[in-house]
């Protein structure tokens, strides 16, 4: 997440105007860095995955600014974030984890160009999910640019993984899926009804050791309750909001 523990806007009661996708075959949720994936999505990832959904990561940076350390060893620091990122999309899909694919752009330098699209697209393309998950590119006052751009990859993504004629040379089939959901949405209209996999949220957030200081503040026991009791907290706020016991929001894009 690099630096700021991202919160869920508490949208207005009536914003929300739909609940609860069918269950994909096939997902993927595309982030800036790793473990933004478990922030935005993870509790509606284990529902789908223990319900037979295969979900499949895709993280565009190498994580390599996810530090306060001026000293770290960057190199080593982005290696061992790729251990822990598998080791959370275990923890959240279990046997039902997919790939984890690393586009490896340096933190903080992520673009939303024409090469990176193509990237995005052949993920699609070749993983062929039905539902794709990102971040919302639209989000107003968001300062991280990474955060942005691979909101951006992932819409543009989308638009040229459906059609034929956009990145013809990859030699594959064109890929449409059935539905986006934005997360950290500025307008958030989607729900996802999460009670019972906030602990599968929390755990698959703690396999991300390496934040624990900058992003979760938590570098101690005392200090870890708190972060859990913070998401906690806010995803059973959701759910009060909405009458259900706890929750996931999103921006939902159909019709792709
Ligand atoms: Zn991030």
């Given at each position: ?22 269950t ?20 509606t ?11 499949h ?26 251990v ?11 046997a ?59 819409c ?15 030699g ?13 949405a ?8 999460v ?29 870890l ?15 009060v ?5 706890a ?5 939902l894009?159909?019709?792709?």
């Open positions: 997440m690099n630096s700021n523990e991202p919160g869920q806007p508490v949208p207005e009661a009536t914003a929300i105007t739909s609940r609860n996708l069918p994909p075959r096939i997902a993927l949720a595309i982030g800036a860095h790793p473990d933004d994936v478990e922030f935005g999505c993870g509790a990832l284990a529902k789908w995955a223990a319900a037979g959904c295969v979900v990561h895709l993280v565009c940076t190498d994580g390599s600014k996810g530090t306060w350390d001026p000293h770290a060893d960057t190199p080593a620091l982005a290696a061992r974030r790729q822990e990122q598998r080791e959370a999309a275990r923890r959240l899909a279990g039902r984890a997919g790939e984890v694919v690393f586009l490896g752009y340096v933190d903080g330098e992520l673009g939303s160009d024409l090469e990176a699209r193509g990237r995005v697209a052949l993920a699609i393309r070749r993983l062929r999910p039905d539902v794709v998950l990102g971040h919302d590119p639209w989000k107003r006052y968001r300062l991280h640019p990474d955060h942005r751009h691979a909101g951006l990859l992932t543009d993504g989308i638009v040229a993984a459906r059609d034929p004629h956009f990145f013809p040379d990859q594959i089939a064109h890929h449409r899926p059935e539905h986006l959901l934005l997360f950290e500025d307008a958030p209209d989607h729900l996802e009804e009670d019972g996999w906030i602990d599968h949220k929390l755990a698959a957030l703690e396999a991300h050791e390496s934040q624990f200081e900058s992003t979760m503040k938590a570098i101690d026991e005392s200090q309750d708190s972060f859990r009791a913070r998401i906690r907290g806010r995803l059973t706020g959701l759910g909001d909405h009458g259900v016991g929750a996931e929001v999103f921006k894009i159909s019709d792709l």
